[in-house]
T-cell receptor
Framework: EDKVVQSPLSLVVHEGDTVTLNCSYEVTNFRSLLWYKQEKKAPTFLFML????IEKKSGRLSSILDKKELFSILNITATQTGDSAIYLC????????????FGQGTELSVKP | NAGVTQTPKFQVLKTGQSMTLQCAQD?????MSWYRQDPGMGLRLIHYSVGAGITDQGEVPNGYNVSRSTTEDFPLRLLSAAPSQTSVYFCASREGNYNEQFFGPGTRLTVL
């Protein structure tokens, strides 16, 4: 059975800390992994990863995929209170783009 | 573009009632999906569609029906509401495989 597992499920840090969120997967015919941020409303897209070892960056956020070990990490450096959110990862199979498989999410809380 | 819109934003039903959650997108996306989000469980796929006239079941389809008569609209019908269907429902759309998925603002449904 296809599975996407995120860890930790929740995390509390202080402003300025660096955090690493994990997403592991067991999915047949894997094509890509997507990261989303959700702040009390609809998820918003962060990254799509398809190739191993190529880091994607956006400001203080970065992410990388390891297709051999079947996981991805999302790093947030110099965290701010505005980074508080649920971070979701999802996996897509080849030619099944209508059917993303989501993990449980990691709830990040950044304290001042 | 309005993006993905959902109505209503909030709804309270009694057990056994039926209702339809509306979803529309104006981006001419082929793929549309319905998810439910419960605490600690991420997003679970209910039904999805890869084009007008084509729908398929996701992980948790029981108790829900969908149809896709136009590209723009993808309504979700609850046939006989149950307390277990209390959740936040998100509709999403996507241009096709390997693209970003856009989410609507969500509908918070309570079944008493």
């Amino acid at each position: 059975e296809d599975k996407v597992v995120q860890s930790p499920l929740s995390l509390v840090v202080h402003e300025g800390d660096t955090v690493t969120l994990n997403c592991s997967y067991e999915v047949t015919n894997f094509r890509s992994l997507l990261w989303y941020k959700q702040e009390k409303k609809a998820p918003t897209f962060l990254f799509m990863l398809t190739s191993s070892g190529i880091e994607k960056k956006s400001g203080r956020l970065s992410s990388i995929l390891d297709k051999k070990e079947l996981f991805s990490i999302l790093n947030i450096t110099a965290t701010q209170t505005g980074d508080s959110a649920i971070y979701l990862c999802a996996v897509e199979r080849h030619n099944q783009g209508g059917k993303l498989i989501f993990g449980q999410g990691t709830e990040l809380s950044v304290k001042p | 573009n309005a993006g993905v819109t959902q109505t209503p934003k909030f709804q309270v039903l009694k057990t056994g009632q039926s209702m339809t959650l509306q979803c529309a997108q104006d981006m001419n996306h082929e793929y549309m999906s319905w998810y439910r989000q419960d605490p600690g469980m991420g997003l679970r796929l209910i039904h999805y569609s890869v084009g007008a006239g084509i729908t398929d079941q996701g992980e948790v389809p029981n108790g829900y029906n969908v149809s896709r008569s136009t590209t723009e609209d993808f309504p979700l019908r609850l046939l006989s509401a149950a307390p277990s269907q209390t959740s936040v429902y998100f509709c999403a759309s996507r241009e096709g495989n390997y693209n970003e998925q856009f989410f609507g603002p969500g509908t918070r449904l309570t079944v008493l």
